[in-house]
């Protein structure tokens, strides 16, 4: 997988994704990521957990599409999690070599 950053927030991965061209949201067109998932590659994926509330917790995935649009989806850790960010989880990961991971 590529290097992997930690931030401390959300919002921080938001900002340097945003700032290295993840700037499309696809929370906007999560139907187009579940009808077409071999559009899609994830290559960046940040997980967190909140301390003490479940309702902190959150997964950010900086995708790209087969088109060259690079964005961000965030999703919620929860039972009624969006379809899309179930298939999100179950795509490829590109590692360093170029080469995919599950």
């Known amino acids: 997988m590529k290097p992997t950053y930690h931030y401390a927030t959300v919002t921080k991965a938001l900002d340097n994704l945003n700032e290295d061209g993840f700037t499309y949201d696809?929370?906007?067109?999560?139907?187009d990521i579940?009808?077409?998932p071999h559009r899609y590659q994830v290559k960046h994926v940040y997980r967190y957990e909140g301390n003490s509330d479940p309702a902190d917790e959150a997964v950010v995935y900086g995708i790209k599409s087969s088109s060259g649009k690079k964005g961000v989806f965030v999703a919620g850790y929860s039972a009624n999690s969006s379809g899309a960010a179930i298939v999100l989880s179950k795509l490829c990961i590109e590692d360093?070599?170029?080469s995919c991971k599950l």
Do not use: A, D, R, V
């Open 96 to 98: 360093n070599s170029g």
């Open 34 to 36: 579940i009808k077409n």
């Open 26 to 31: 696809f929370n906007l067109h999560e139907e």
